[in-house]
């Protein structure tokens, strides 16, 4: 199982739709792309290292 955080979200019913077409459209679960735009959002604040653990979507040039 994951170690992940739990958490309750209150969001609006037109922002969760919108989220559910966005995340098919990348063919994510809404609850990864959450965590997506999330991550994104800290690292661009400098908020996260890009290769923090933070960070859990990390795109490897390797």
Do not use: C, G, T
Request: hydrophobic share 40%; glycine share 0%.
């Amino acid at each position: 199982m994951s170690d992940k955080k739990k958490f309750l979200l209150r969001i609006d019913p037109k922002l969760y739709e919108a989220l559910e077409r966005w995340a098919a459209d990348e063919f994510r679960s809404v609850n990864a792309h959450v965590e997506y735009l999330l991550s994104e959002a800290a690292r661009k604040a400098k908020r996260v290292s890009a290769k923090s653990p933070a960070n859990p979507i990390q795109q490897s040039n390797d």
